[in-house]
């Protein structure tokens, strides 16, 4: 190797370790501006079990760390999901000098769609799923059943489900990323539709908790967002096609 390209190599590896501490700091930086708030957060983000708690029932926690960690751990994460713009933005600045021109013009847009369906997974999640799963766990058991669920393990659940939703939405960039790159095309994703369907129901017993419920919750959505991948993926084609012929 030569010695201009060991130093091209490592002032990539300089940009690259620049551009994690920035994404480190703006998550520690989100993190102390909420910190304060843990405990307000978690109410929040326990609101649709407590909606459907006894009026007697309460939530517990059976380890004596749980009242502090819990919140602690769940404010550490909605850092890392606040930060997911920024941390995006330096991704992008990295890779973004050695793309073409009609490249970034491609990327752009779905960096921004990936940010925007990310979140806009977490609070479907939240505001939809949520309240029916939830609704429909604490109204069924014996009528002598205390419900008392335990703080770390709702917690544990909520975020699991945060994290399947988040990342299922993301299928329509998926979808468009691999028909722009050649890897397939719609054509051969439409022919391969059943297979797709088995598969996404796979994908959601892995992702959610192990009840019916919540797998076809998440299966449904996916499906969706499949179709909708096909056809900006094949907007998108037609489109790029269009601007190299012209």
């Given at each position: 190797m030569s010695e201009q390209a060991k130093s091209g190599f490592v002032a990539h590896l300089i940009e690259l370790r620049d551009?994690?501490?920035?994404?480190?700091?703006?998550?520690?930086?989100?993190?102390?501006?909420?910190?304060?708030?843990?405990?307000?957060?978690?109410?929040?983000?326990?609101?649709?079990?407590?909606?459907?708690?006894?009026?007697?029932?309460?939530?517990?926690?059976?380890?004596?760390?749980?009242?502090?960690?819990?919140?602690?751990?769940?404010?550490?994460?909605?850092?890392?999901?606040?930060?997911?713009?920024?941390?995006?933005h330096q991704i992008w600045g990295f890779i973004a000098p050695g793309l073409y021109q009609h490249e970034k013009r491609m990327l752009?847009?779905?960096?921004?769609?990936?940010?925007?369906?990310?979140?806009?997974?977490?609070?479907?999640?939240?505001?939809?799923?949520?309240?029916?799963?939830?609704?429909?766990?604490?109204?069924?058991?014996?009528?002598?059943?205390?419900?008392?669920?335990?703080i770390s393990s709702y917690l544990g659940f909520v975020l699991k489900l945060f994290f399947a939703f988040g990342v299922a939405f993301e299928i329509p960039v998926a979808i468009m990323l691999l028909?722009?790159?050649?890897?397939?095309?719609?054509?051969?994703?439409?022919?391969?539709?059943?297979y797709i369907v088995v598969g996404v129901f796979v994908v959601a017993m892995f992702l959610t908790p192990p009840d019916v419920l919540s797998q076809t919750l998440l299966a449904l959505p996916m499906l969706l967002l499949f179709e909708l991948g096909l056809i900006l993926a094949k907007f998108y084609s037609a489109k790029e096609q269009q601007e190299s012929e012209e």
């Open positions: 551009r994690l501490i920035k994404s480190l700091l703006s998550i520690l930086v989100i993190f102390i501006g909420l910190v304060y708030f843990a405990n307000d957060i978690y109410e929040f983000v326990a609101a649709p079990l407590v909606a459907h708690l006894p009026s007697t029932a309460t939530m517990i926690a059976t380890d004596v760390t749980a009242p502090f960690f819990a919140p602690f751990k769940l404010t550490l994460f909605v850092a890392l999901f606040g930060a997911i713009p920024w941390i995006l752009m847009p779905i960096l921004a769609s990936s940010i925007l369906l990310f979140y806009g997974g977490i609070a479907f999640c939240y505001f939809i799923v949520l309240p029916i799963i939830l609704g429909f766990f604490t109204s069924v058991g014996p009528q002598m059943m205390t419900l008392a669920p335990d028909c722009w790159s050649g890897a397939t095309t719609t054509q051969s994703l439409k022919q391969k539709r059943p």
